[in-house]
């Protein structure tokens, strides 16, 4: 029985990994879009934005700065401490030189699902039809299958969109490794579990 069961995770590993590397990491060839969407990550318990999360929004507003897009989305709630991901962002997109107004907040979403959920919300109430997604590489392919599936679910269109990696300025070279890891095991958590029982609402 143990056997079988060792058996059953490495396997259910193994499709985890092959899936992130086959997934396409967006539908779209253009290279403008309506909005960049900037992926949250957890805030330090002091309320200031982590290595990952300076890499992650410091490139949406590099991204913002060569033209890619005219505004920003900046997406999660206070997930893993009180501190609200997408306000903690703003803050330092604000601080970098962008102005407030193109810089549109997103506080709810507590999980990637709920990230590109939420977006897609606001994308489609002003009427935009494409988005570049910023964060971190490892969390790039299992945002991808998320994006890939519910951008696509309206009546209203599909939603362009490409993924975009964050460089990894300010995070440790060994965060990179040990994220990869952990976003193999959410993974496969999203395919056999959360796929299945979480979806878009209204």
Not at 55 to 79: K, M, N, S, W
Not at 85 to 107: C, K, L, N, T, Y
């Amino acid at each position: 029985m143990a056997l079988i069961l060792t058996a059953l995770i490495l396997l259910l590993l193994l499709w985890s990994d092959v899936a992130r590397r086959l997934v396409p990491l967006g539908n779209t060839k253009r290279t403008q879009f309506d909005a960049i969407i900037v992926l949250g990550t957890p805030a330090d318990s002091d309320g200031n934005p982590t290595p990952d999360m300076l890499d992650r929004i410091t490139e949406g507003v590099r991204e913002y700065e060569h033209g890619v897009a005219p505004r920003l989305i900046v997406t999660g709630a206070a997930a893993h401490n009180r501190f609200v991901e997408a306000e903690v962002m703003a803050r330092v997109a604000q601080s970098q030189g962008v102005p407030a107004s193109v810089i549109f907040q997103e506080p709810q979403a507590l999980d990637t699902i709920q990230n590109a959920c939420y977006s897609a919300h606001i994308l489609r109430a002003n009427g935009w039809h494409s988005a570049e997604v910023i964060s971190s590489a490892a969390h790039l392919p299992r945002a991808a299958l998320i994006f890939s599936r519910l951008f696509g679910e309206s009546a209203t269109g599909t939603i362009e969109w490409r993924m975009h990696a964050a460089p990894a300025n300010f995070a440790p070279a060994y965060f990179a490794q040990g994220a990869k890891i952990v976003e193999i095991l959410k993974t496969a958590r999203y395919l056999v579990w959360s796929r299945w029982i979480e979806s878009c609402g209204t």
